[in-house]
């Protein structure tokens, strides 16, 4: 088993999956896009799509999109799982056809509601507080189920086939959030401090479901 991460920005690696992956010994290869990387399926028998603050339409200003699009419409049609995080879904649904766009800001924990029941998401809880952030969300690819549900942005979690997608992050750690955090010029001071101790309230919960997530992605087989 191998699985290849496409980081978008230096600052969202796999976080608490990469931790998962070590623990479990499983090999995996970062390809850094931001660096000028192709990204290539390679010998991956998973692949993870990271989280970056460029729009899926932004092609003509991050070619790599374009390119990873391609990258990940060639995966899907050989059954390679891919789990797509934050852009990474984004960039799942686009390169199956949907359209991806502008909506509601979403800074910070939430609680999305389980939609439907699927193999990858059987161990996790029908309320699941979640870290949200982004500004734009997707129409869902066809075929596909949807498998939680938010009240501000609908679509937070599909499958279709073996390709995953979370609107939401399972995969940070209190480092990330932090940094994330203060790096964000949109939020106040108070806001600032309030996720930080909404993290402090639910890190450990949200690190549990996503070993549980983890283990379920994995377990996905690459039957080509």
């Not at 990873?68 to 799982?81: D, L, T, V, Y």
């Not at 995969?171 to 940094?179: A, C, F, G, S």
Request: charge should be negative; include cysteine.
């Amino acid at each position: 088993m191998k699985v290849i991460a496409i980081q978008h920005v230096s600052h969202e690696p796999m976080g608490y999956i990469e931790d998962l992956l070590k623990e479990k010994g499983i090999e995996y290869e970062y390809i850094y896009v931001y660096e000028g990387e192709k990204p290539e399926i390679r010998d991956a028998t998973h692949i993870v799509i990271m989280g970056g603050p460029m729009g899926v339409y932004e092609e003509d200003k991050y070619p790599f999109l374009a390119q990873e699009k391609e990258m990940i419409r060639q995966a899907f049609k050989r059954n390679i799982p891919i789990l797509g995080i934050c852009l990474g879904a984004q960039l799942i649904a686009n390169a199956l056809g949907k359209r991806v766009y502008p909506y509601k800001k979403e800074l910070g924990w939430s609680e999305v509601k389980k939609f439907e029941d699927d193999f990858v998401t059987k161990d996790l809880p029908e309320i699941l507080t979640v870290f949200q952030w982004h500004g734009d969300t997707f129409d869902l690819p066809e075929g596909a189920k949807l498998l939680y549900a938010g009240d501000l942005v609908r679509n937070q979690a599909f499958r279709v086939g073996n390709a995953i997608g979370l609107q939401f992050h399972l995969e940070v750690t209190p480092e990330i959030v932090r940094d994330w955090v203060e790096k964000e010029d949109s939020l106040s001071d108070e806001d600032k401090k309030r996720i930080i101790a909404e993290t402090d309230e639910h890190i450990d919960e949200l690190l549990d479901n996503c070993r549980k997530f983890v283990d379920a992605f994995l377990s996905l087989d690459f039957n080509p």
